[in-house]
């Protein structure tokens, strides 16, 4: 058995491991001074911290604070935000900065206060409990806007009541960044922070100003839910206290233009304009703002608010005004330690001044820890340890400033570094920046951060030339700094940092090379000599991938920034990324000229010489680079276009890139290096004018400046230096309702407000609408949009997900051993090497499941999946499962993992099918599971024709591919498997959509009853159906290790790990043939559709079938084709299993519908609104699948009048007119309007599993506790379900809770998805509910009618009446289920639709339609969402909030996957990826989720009115995963403007999704890119690389 250690030696050695580090050398300190929440960490425990350990894994698994989450550990999501404050002596004053604790070394701290979030607020009620505790703090904490009284900081009270959380995982990262925002000092208006004085001692801003800044702190964050919205209102609710007309005068426009300054602002229908002059009209007012249903309406009294840029903003400030007379925004001075105020008397500075020296001594074996004092000291240091090796070998000596980059190397590089130096800051020349008059000089460990600030004070010259030059050279540093990773990177990393690490894409160090700067190198040789320094040109510090000019004992002393002069000389940067914010960058650029003006020998005409150039680029080559030969190319040369035009050519031979260059796009790369020379002019003739201009006022003449057309100045700009507009929008649904619904029927419930039976309802489903009157009780809770149960827990961090349930008495950690190859067969395992580290307790692979006679087969539909691969079978994809190591810490575990010693045979990796392509060209299909559906006549026959009846057909042929989608909940994969009476029961907390099945293969893999393994979920950060079924294998890897160890063992996944291996969307491909009849009116009508869709499956089948399932059935989205066929065939794979994701293979149908009417509008050179207009299934059409619209089964039919609404209500013709004016004017800015309609089938496909339970506890209190089959990952299913409860019960929403969902409360239950939570569940609580109403009517008739539920409860208890029932419904038969291959039943009804004798696979439609207007960059392929308007049908709403909530996360989710989400995997497209087959983008840094930036600049939802849904729960319909789709609509937007930018002769093309900055781009076809895409190839068609 390969268990390493008895118990006994066990513990000694997780002792072990807890030894404090130690060191008995005089001249340091060997423990850090370390606060956490305003209290000293006592020095035992300070001890603890060990030189290579995060801050996060201090403050969760030495301190046991887990409000900090991990989300990533690579700084890219934010999870783990929190505030640094340390004493700054230069300045004074306490300095606050957010930081990422999982990238930010804990002795790095030394010296700081660490605020978590458990510091500054809790929704206990005694807040001196929090965490380490937070001192007086409590006294500032918030008081709340309900009645209650709580202890949330105003943050986090307005994030709850915001509905800013969902899953509550970001919430923590993101109430911290907010909290360090507000500990900056201009935050704040002056009325609100008081500074009435004129002292000057706070800065004075506008409301406009702290919207800036608010753009741009959230940028280190990541939500994966809410769709960043109500996250963006709770900031703005604090920011913009008391909004004056000043203020609202600064609201810009998406024109860019303030509305205040803006001269056509009368005239001007931009909705920001008409905001802010409606704002203005409700100050002038004195209008206490809108809230519900005194908001803004868009059509009638009927609608109210929920939430908007201004009303319950408002309310909210009104309420935080008057609530809190303290200074809530000084929490973070007030809870800084006074020791640490490093004045003489009371300060800990003694301390301080004495160097710190930690070594580890733990089995963690983290090497030495350095924070010297002095320059001397540090270079001492590296002197003494360079000789040991160098850095890159892993040995030797390393300086650590932010950590940002070492961190990435010591975690995902696994690199080790015997001796580090970390430099305090009071060495001031490593950290100063300062201006010489010359130059500028900023210390080689100054933070990114201070850069930026120092930047943004020197670049307000006023106009004064002597500050003219400070200005330009400040400004474009500041502005490529806006885009330099996220403000926690930049306010730890160094410019030093960026410089060493040599990063080919670095962003500072093409900046620095066009700007001429100097690196000075400072060492120390000898230890009695003094500091020796030398000078290093920037340009000429780069030598090699990732190497430097730099001696092993140097370090950057300081960088030396020439000041440009104050005329004709200019610096542009550029940058493109995936993604605006927090990416790194594809192509980056610094380029600067310098002007003068000259006359032409010839002819004496003046002109205007380029006199000097400078350009760099990162990400051109393995190095930043100086384009050399296009410099020579421009200098000495006129400053006009002919000289640019010669020089793009000459870059283009300098820069050829082949086809497999590491990191690919190479045709990409090279047309943006173009596309930034080409703006770099444009840029430079505006800068000149400019310059000319304010010299003619002086008098002087200088040569006339080159004229640039009139549709080029758009060319001027790119998104870096362009301040966005901040979001606004609003929330409009039907005034709240108790509507009845399924329970009339299936309850026998009676509807108060309709005197209708259910029956008659139905039947008259498609035209009427159940009354809207409200029903009479006392509490009603349905219709209500109430916050999110656990909205304070998330807000609070207390809030418990799986990886933070307290570690049990010897818990042990697990680490997965993963397969590093694919396409081989697993020859042998050797587990030795791993038992052999200190820490490792066992290593179990197949042989062990099968020594216990567990069953290793997994997978939900075929059992074609292993928990342990075993020896001898053939690797299926890199990263599958070989086996697991337990150990006593995560770190140790996963260096056993590594350390396994895994042998393979028969590689043909080589040949290893990934790419649907692939597998059609090798026939590798799951062939039992393809379906196919048909209706109408033979559609080969009728697409061979050219006419139908005498009228044309037109015919169109193509295909379509969509990418997969990873997704990225923000939680990883986490499962606690605990043991108890001698292993023989189980109970299993995992992070899971699916109890049961988890239960199922937990109790088979560890051979033990179902009935001793008890599946646990309190609730998930996250699912997406990512953890439907997915999650089983890491629950059951932990099973089998804690049976064989009869130890508690947890496993939580890296987030790259649970990237590779876990699955995602399935990326599709689908081939159609299509034809359409031209009308005599020229009308087009769909007449044959032929697709075949194709799905990649990955290597297991999980659940391709029935993805590619719902994709058949969504392939005709609302449009009706007489005759159909279709064909889906889910392709076997060399990737990850693929599996669920919210919509299911629903918006990959969808997609394929939707570019079809597109083909067809381009095709017949029609409006393509008119052509899905006219092609929309009327009342009585049916789905080629056998639903007919409005015979009262698939209930009321919403989406042509939804369209025609829309289409009226935001003018799309109109827009679409404006859009093509716009367009005519502007080469390089186009714009485009999507707008699209969405129908999605509600049910499971599988029958049986349309099915729930719940059961119901009424105690003697008069509360409620619901437990049902359900599982909370952020969607709100446990509120609807109280708020359910509670209208039955007729009490308060707040006295009904639900407990985790636990399979031995309800079992037998199945995963949360498809939608269908609240339609199952919220039934089944209903049915439970009555069942006890039922039962104690009789006590409740006996007493008053006054008699409240705790009176009848306690009643009905001494009659001895059972107050608990379970609950239980199911979808009626004929409501769900479809038999594929059942044949038409002799005597089926003629009447009926084809394919109905199938069965109905849904029971009803959710409908929506949306609108999205996106504005591009032609020139580098960027975009930005301009607006959004979605409207949906969720029937009568239980929750309005919670569903707008999910639609904006749907819909931010569906346009993420359509827009910037691009997973890739090595294949014939990317072999610079190895070994093929492997999925590349495993992290946030190399995969981009949308952002704050990329929310729509003006984004609206609104609720059908009079929806309601005879066939759910109170009148509802499911949410999640319908809006999905509509976030496509900025994919057809962005198509539109794309065929704008091709022009009239563009016709047909296949634009992929996702439409990435790199498609973007490249189907524009413009000069530069054809020029680039190469004359060899097909320019209207080239297809930039892609995976799928
Ligand atoms: C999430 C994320 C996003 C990022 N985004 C970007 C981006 O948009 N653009 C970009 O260019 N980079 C980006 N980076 C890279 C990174 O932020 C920078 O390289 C950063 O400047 C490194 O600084 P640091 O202080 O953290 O370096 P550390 O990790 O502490 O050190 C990095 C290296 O520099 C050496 N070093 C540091 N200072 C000195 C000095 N004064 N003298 C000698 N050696 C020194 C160290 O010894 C080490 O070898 C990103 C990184 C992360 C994690
Ligand atoms: S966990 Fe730290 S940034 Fe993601
Ligand atoms: S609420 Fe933000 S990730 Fe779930």
Known sequence: ????????????????????????????????????????????????????????????????????????????????????????????????????????????????????????????????????????????????????????????????????????????????????????????????????????????????????????????????????????????????????????????????????????????????????????????????????????????????????????????????????????????????????????????????????????????????????????????????????????????????????????????????????????????????????????????????????????????????????????????????????????????????????????????????????????????????????????????????????????????????????????????????????????????????????????????????????????????????????????????????????????????????????????????????????????????????????????????????????????????????????????????YPEPKVAMGLEVEHLGMKDESSDLPLAAVAAAAAKSSLSDKPTKQKNNSVGQPATHASGPLHCTGEAIYIDDIPAPANLLHGSLILASKCHATLASINVEPALSIPGVAGVFTSEDIERIGGDNKVGPILLDDFTFLPVGEKVDFVGQVLGIVVAASQEIAEKGARAVAVEYTDDVEGKAIVSIEDAIDAESFWTDFRHEMKRGGNVDEILNKSEVDGKRLVIVEGSMRSGGQEHFYLEPNSTLAVPSESATNLTIYSSTQAPTKTQDFCARVTNTPAAKVVVRMKRMGGGFGGKETRSVFVATAAAVSAKLMNRPVRVTLNRDTDMAITGGRHAFLAKYKAGAIVEEDGTIKLHALDVRLYNNGGCKFDLSGPVMDRALFHVDNCYFWPNFHSVGTSCKTSQPPHTAFRGFGGPQGLLVAEHIMDHFATECNVSGDKLRRDNMYSLQDATPFGMRFGDGFTGMWNVPAMWDRLEKELDIPGRRQRAAEFNKKNKWVKRGVGFIPTKFGIAFTAKYMNQGGALVHLYTDGTVLVTHGGTEMGQGLHTKVCQVAAQAFNIPLDHVYVNDSSTDKVANTIPSAASMSTDLYGMATLDACQQILKRIQPIKDSLSPDATLKEVAKKAFFERIDLSAHGFFALDNDRCGYDWNKDCPEGFPADLPDNAWKGHPFNYFTQGVAMAEVEIDVLTGDHKTISADVLVDVGSSINPAIDIGQIEGAFIQGMGWATIEEVIYGDDDHTWIRPRARMHTTGPGTYKIPAFNDVPESFNISLLENANNPFAVHSSKAVGEPPFFLGCSVFFAIKDAIIAARGSGGGYFEFRLPATSERIRMACSDDIASECIGSDRDQSSFQPQGSF
């Open 1 to 732: 058995m390969p268990i390493n250690l008895s118990y006994e030696s066990d513990i000694a050695t997780l002792n072990n491991a807890a030894q404090p580090s130690s060191n008995t050398d005089d001249n340091y300190r060997s423990t850090p001074l370390l606060y956490i929440n305003s209290h000293r960490i006592p020095a035992h425990l300070a001890a603890l911290a060990r030189p290579n350990q995060t801050l996060l894994d201090f403050l969760r698994n030495t301190l046991h604070l887990t409000g900090s989450k991990l989300g990533c550990g690579e700084g890219g999501c934010g999870a783990c935000t929190v505030l640094l404050s340390r004493f700054d002596k230069s300045k004074g004053a306490v300095v606050h900065s957010t930081v990422n604790a999982c990238l930010f070394p804990v002795l790095g701290a030394d010296g700081c206060h660490v605020t978590t979030v458990e510091g500054i607020g809790s929704w206990r009620h005694d807040a001196n409990k929090n965490g380490v505790g937070s001192n007086n703090s409590s006294n500032i904490t918030a008081n709340s806007s309900v009645e209650e009284t709580d202890n949330l900081h105003p943050i986090q009270r307005a994030m709850v009541d915001m509905h800013g959380s969902q899953c509550g995982y970001c919430t923590p990262g993101i109430v911290m960044a907010l909290y360090g925002l507000f500990a900056q000092d201009g935050m704040l208006p002056s009325s609100i922070s008081g500074d009435n004085s004129g002292d000057g001692n706070h800065k004075t801003t506008t409301a406009a100003q702290r919207q800036d800044y608010l753009e741009e702190h959230l940028d280190g964050n990541l939500c994966r839910c809410t769709g960043y919205r109500p996250i963006w209102d709770a900031a703005r609710s604090l920011v913009s206290c008391h909004h004056s007309e000043d203020d609202l005068e600064e609201i810009r426009g998406p024109c860019g233009v303030k509305c205040g300054e803006c001269p056509e602002r009368e005239s001007c229908e931009m909705d920001c304009n008409l905001e802010s002059k409606k704002q203005m009209a409700d100050v002038a007012a004195d209008d206490n703002g809108g809230g519900c249903c005194g908001g803004s309406s868009n059509s009638g009294n009927e609608k109210c608010c929920s939430s908007s840029s201004m009303d319950k903003i408002q309310q909210y400030q009104q309420i935080i005004e008057s609530k809190h007379s303290e200074k809530w925004w000084d929490q973070p001075n007030d809870m800084f330690p006074d020791e640490l105020l490093r004045d003489d008397e009371k300060s800990v500075h003694d301390e301080l001044s004495t160097p710190l020296k930690v070594m580890d001594t733990s089995i963690h074996n983290g090497g030495t820890w350095y924070t010297p004092n002095t320059l001397e000291e540090l270079l001492d240091l590296f002197r003494e340890f360079s000789s040991g090796g160098s850095s890159s070998s892993g040995g030797g000596i390393k300086m650590v400033v932010g950590n940002t980059e070492v961190g990435i190397e010591t975690k995902f590089k696994h690199a080790s570094y015997p001796t580090m130096v970390h430099p305090s800051k009071d060495i001031h020349t490593l950290h100063d920046i300062f201006s010489t008059g010359d130059h500028y000089r900023v210390g080689g460990c100054a933070a990114l951060g201070d850069l930026q600030e120092f930047c943004h004070s020197e670049m307000t010259s006023d106009g004064e030339e002597a500050n003219r030059r400070h200005e330009r050279t400040a400004k474009p540093i500041h502005d490529m700094l806006r885009w330099f990773a996220s403000t926690q990177i930049r306010n730890v990393a160094c410019l030093g940092g960026n410089l060493v690490t040599a990063s080919p894409i670095s962003d500072m160090n093409p900046m620095l090379c066009s700007l001429g700067a100097t690196l000075v190198l400072a060492s120390r040789p000898k230890s009695d000599g003094g500091v020796v320094r030398r000078n290093v040109k920037v340009s000429d510090f780069f030598i090699g991938y990732r190497t430097v000019e730099k001696e092993d004992m140097e370090v950057i002393e300081r960088v030396d920034v020439p000041l440009l002069q104050d005329r004709f000389e200019y610096c542009i940067p550029f940058k493109q990324a995936r993604r605006r914010e927090d990416d790194i960058s594809i192509v980056t650029s610094g380029m600067r000229i310098k002007l003068r003006p000259a006359t032409k020998t010839d002819n004496g005409d003046r002109h205007w010489e380029i006199e000097d150039v400078a350009i760099a680029f990162g990400g051109m080559a393995p190095k930043t680079v100086m384009a050399r030969r296009t410099m020579d190319a421009l200098i000495g040369k006129p400053f006009d276009s002919n000289s640019f035009e010669d020089a793009r050519k000459v870059l283009q031979d300098e820069f050829q890139m082949p086809d497999d260059v590491p990191g690919g796009q190479a045709q990409y790369r090279l047309t943006l290096a173009c596309s930034f020379l080409h703006r770099f002019y444009l840029n430079c003739v505006e800068e000149l004018t400019k310059d000319v201009a304010a010299d003619k006022t002086e008098g002087l003449s200088y040569p006339p400046v080159p004229l640039i057309d009139d549709d080029e100045e758009c060319g001027v700009g790119g998104f870096v230096g362009v301040k966005k507009p901040s979001i606004t929008g609003l929330q409009t």
